[in-house]
C-alpha cells in the first residue's frame, strides 16, 4: 500500500471510502479497518472524513458491513447532551 506516496491515514481513508462507495461486503474492511486502528483512528474520525464524499446514506450503509468485521469493535457514539 506505501507505494502510491499519500500518507498512511490519507490512504487508509480513500481506500475505505472507495469500499464504501462501491458497497463492498465485510471481508473488505477487514485489513484496512485493522490499520486504522494501528493509526488511532476512531470510527468517528472514519466517518467525519468520508461521509461527505460518499454519502451519509452510504456510510450508514456500510456501518453493518463494517460491524461484522472480525476482530474490530466499533461501538455506536454517544449522543452529546444538549446543555
Given at each position: ?36 486502528e ?8 472514519l466517518?467525519?472524513?468520508?461521509a ?32
Amino acid at each position: 500500500m506505501g507505494r502510491c506516496g499519500l500518507a498512511p491515514d490519507v490512504l487508509l481513508l480513500t481506500r475505505i471510502a472507495a469500499f464504501v462507495a462501491m458497497d463492498t461486503p465485510v471481508m473488505s474492511y477487514q485489513a484496512d479497518l485493522m490499520a486504522g486502528e494501528a493509526l488511532a483512528m476512531t470510527p468517528e474520525q472514519l466517518q467525519d472524513a468520508i461521509a461527505p464524499i460518499v454519502g451519509s446514506a452510504r456510510v450508514m450503509a456500510a456501518g453493518t458491513h463494517i460491524a461484522e468485521v472480525p476482530d474490530i469493535d466499533i461501538t455506536a457514539a454517544e449522543p452529546e447532551s444538549a446543555g
